[in-house]
């Protein structure tokens, strides 16, 4: 019954997709606007018939329904409830269902939203765009991403998640967080294009979709966040990044967006940086493409990642269409891209603006190159080979001193041209802060020359921000931190906060490795004592076996869990 219902689910909401697309397509041609409206109609199919989906798929893993293969293959009777209802997006064919969910709530909120304006062509494009995004995913689940397959003898048990991704509850809400950020990239996606389509290309597609990439952006990432903290817990002491290719897919669309995010009011403030900016957002959507790929394609090899699957070609084939697509509208609407206005001083807030995307954009670059290398080698002559932490570690570490630098003077910069006389005066008391910060690191033990910059750079910008904050509240009271550019002092301060924590971490590290072989043996790192007490094992609920490290650390008892699942029972 659960295949029958799902897999019809998901048909329907195929043909409606595709019924839409035709409709809506008919409509921009004819310029119908009955037609148009009735597309509505086909948005409510595709939502209900994605609700569907994933009700019946839940329905089928917390009712141990093993005729369905992605049942049989990651469910287990034991697993608690939540990691239960979490393995829906714990495998390849599960999380294309909720990609597919969650991109056609964004395409019914964006025709609720703009219900009474869909005699606008631009609207009318982004609508067709999004359809065709859709119309893409449901024929995944329709082919080698089927969450609806039968088994012809079901098991009596499976064999359950990864045991590492059910020892803290932030990996039930990780996946579907990034996956809000990574689909919420769509929406301004559908209106760029829309935008490139209808040739306009000025200010007027940056309104509509100003919000949408905020919200994309800020869920992004909290999920990068919770996954990062998933990560310190179970992988290890201070393993809360550790460039693998899973979390730099993730990353990537993160940078281009929130270069985006700021480079777009330069445009809407002075006409400036249109090229950049629809490069920038279809960029960050391209890249969540891209990062889906390699994510379930099974191309790497992660903890994050699925199995080899079919779908990586439908993937990449995807991503080259949006890439050429949008490189082909960029280029022919190039004459009524060229801005109206111009820099008139490399030492002005567009100025920094500027610097900001170039190194935003070197930072992705980076991140991408050494992510897709070797899988760039091993396509070509068959060689494997690993780009490892010291390279990001090496590449990045400049990068990340020029976007400290830039968000320490950006707020102090004035529109057009700044004076030095204006620039000493408003940097006197972020110079002090950051001042202070160095040589209060020193002080407490502060270790080589980049963390100590890292401290100094990010009290400058934190003196910045903190200044632009207290400069809105005297003038507005405590309505002053609300709005787009104090907003953005905010998240400068907690991105400030992120640099100089992990400053912090690899600042103040102290690591060795010890060999314990018999009970009562002793080391010492940095002042403490550790000393191994010995193993023991417990079973959880759901049958996995915890083999345990006891550690005393300077008296204290610390446990250390490896997990092993036991053999399923079929």
């Not at 287990?76 to 969650?102: C, H, K, M, N, Y």
């Not at 024929?139 to 020892?167: H, K, R, S, W």
Request: hydrophobic letters at 55%; a neutral charge.
């Amino acid at each position: 019954m659960h295949v029958l219902l799902g897999y019809g689910s998901i048909t329907v909401g195929f043909a409606a997709a595709v019924l839409g697309a035709i409709t809506n397509g008919y409509a921009l041609a004819t310029k119908n606007q009955r037609a148009m409206k009735s597309v509505a109609g086909y948005v409510g199919l595709i939502i209900a018939a994605a609700i569907v989906g994933v009700i019946v798929m839940e329905s089928a893993l917390l009712s141990h329904d093993f005729s369905v293969k992605y049942v049989a293959e990651n469910g287990r009777i034991g697993t608690p409830v939540l990691f239960t209802i979490a393995t829906l997006w714990g495998a390849l064919e599960g999380s294309i269902l909720v990609w597919t969910l969650i991109l056609t709530g964004y395409l019914a909120v964006v025709m609720w939203r703009f219900r009474d304006r869909l005699d606008d062509p631009m609207v009318g494009w982004a609508l067709f765009t999004m359809l065709i995004v859709t119309i893409y995913f449901f024929g995944l689940m329709l082919g080698p991403a089927n969450p609806f397959i039968e088994v012809a003898n079901p098991p009596l048990d499976g064999p359950g998640l990864n045991p590492l991704l059910q020892n803290n509850a932030f990996m039930a809400f990780h996946p579907p967080m990034l996956y809000l950020g990574y689909v919420g990239f769509t929406v301004p996606f559908a209106f760029a294009i829309g935008a490139l389509v209808t040739g306009r290309v000025g200010e007027g597609w940056l309104v509509e979709t100003r919000r949408w990439t905020v919200f994309a952006w800020g869920l992004l990432t909290f999920g990068i966040v919770l996954g990062a903290w998933w990560s310190y817990q179970t992988l290890g002491w201070g393993g809360y990044w550790a460039w693998d290719p899973v979390e730099n897919a993730s990353l990537l669309p993160w940078l281009t967006g929130t270069a985006f995010i700021h480079s777009v009011m330069v445009q809407e403030r002075r006409g400036m940086l249109r090229v950049w900016n629809l490069s920038l957002v279809c960029a960050t959507f391209a890249l969540t493409i891209l990062g889906t790929f390699l994510t379930r394609s099974g191309v790497i090899a992660s903890v994050h990642a699925f199995s080899e699957s079919g779908i990586g070609p439908l993937l990449i084939g995807f991503f080259a269409v949006i890439v050429v697509v949008t490189v082909g509208l960029i280029g022919w609407r190039g004459d009524a891209l060229r801005s109206v206005g111009k820099i008139d001083s490399p030492i002005s807030r567009e100025g920094a603006f500027l610097a900001n995307n170039v190194v935003f954009a070197a930072f992705a670059f980076v991140v991408l190159l050494g992510t897709v290398w070797p899988l760039i080698i091993e396509a070509v002559n068959g060689d494997r080979i690993a780009v490892g932490n010291p390279f990001f570690d090496r590449m990045t570490l400049p990068i990340g001193f020029v976007l400290l630098f830039l968000m320490a003077m950006a707020p102090v910069l004035p529109w057009r041209k700044a004076s030095g006389e204006v620039l000493s005066d408003r940097l006197m008391w972020p110079a002090v802060v950051g001042i202070v910060a160095m040589v209060g690191s020193l002080f407490l033990g502060a270790a080589g020359w980049a963390p100590v910059l890292a401290f100094g750079l990010g009290g400058v910008a934190g003196g910045s921000a903190a200044r632009q904050l207290i400069i809105a509240t005297r003038r507005q009271g405590w309505r002053g931190l609300v709005g787009r550019t104090n907003g953005g002092m905010i998240v400068h301060i907690g991105v400030i906060l992120i640099a100089v924590a992990f400053a912090a971490s690899n600042a103040y590290l102290r690591q060795a490795e010890f060999r314990f072989e018999e009970v009562g043996e002793t080391s010492e790192l940095a002042g403490h004592t550790f000393e191994f007490v010995g193993t023991d094992q417990v079973v959880s609920p759901d049958g996995r076996i915890d083999n345990q490290v006891l550690i005393n650390v300077d008296g204290s008892i610390n446990v250390f869990k490896v997990s092993v699942k036991l053999k399923p029972f079929f």
